[in-house]
């Protein structure tokens, strides 16, 4: 299982047109093959800051969804509202409480 964290910084006057871009993809994100988790956060002192937090299968099935439509589609119309150079990590999950 890899984990995909992926921080971006938006323009503050194009958060509201992320948030409804994301809502209008969220599901065919989460529902690509391989993708078993998706949350976004919203950082709590600088609101224009979010965090994607993913679960995949494997690395193929992540690139496979970088190298998807969706990615390309959804991409193009997000990176033109950036404030800052997004930031990405792939981790391995090594211990998980409930």
Same mark, same amino acid.
């Given at each position: 299982m890899l984990v995909r964290i992926v921080k971006l910084t938006?323009?503050?006057n194009k @958060?509201?047109?992320f948030l409804a871009n994301f809502n209008k993809n969220k599901e065919r994100i989460?529902? /690509?093959d391989g993708c078993r /988790?998706?949350?976004?956060?919203r950082d709590k002192e600088k609101p224009s *800051? /979010? /965090?994607?937090?993913s679960y995949?299968?494997?690395e193929n099935d992540l690139e496979n969804y970088r190298h998807s439509e969706l990615f390309k589609s959804v991409w193009k119309t997000t990176k033109a509202w950036f404030a800052?150079?997004? *930031?990405?990590w792939s981790v391995d999950k090594? @211990?998980?409480l409930e």
């Open positions: 938006f323009q503050e @958060v509201e047109d989460r529902n /690509f /988790f998706l949350e976004l956060y *800051v /979010f /965090f994607t937090y995949w299968e494997s800052d150079k997004p *930031v990405a090594i @211990v998980s």
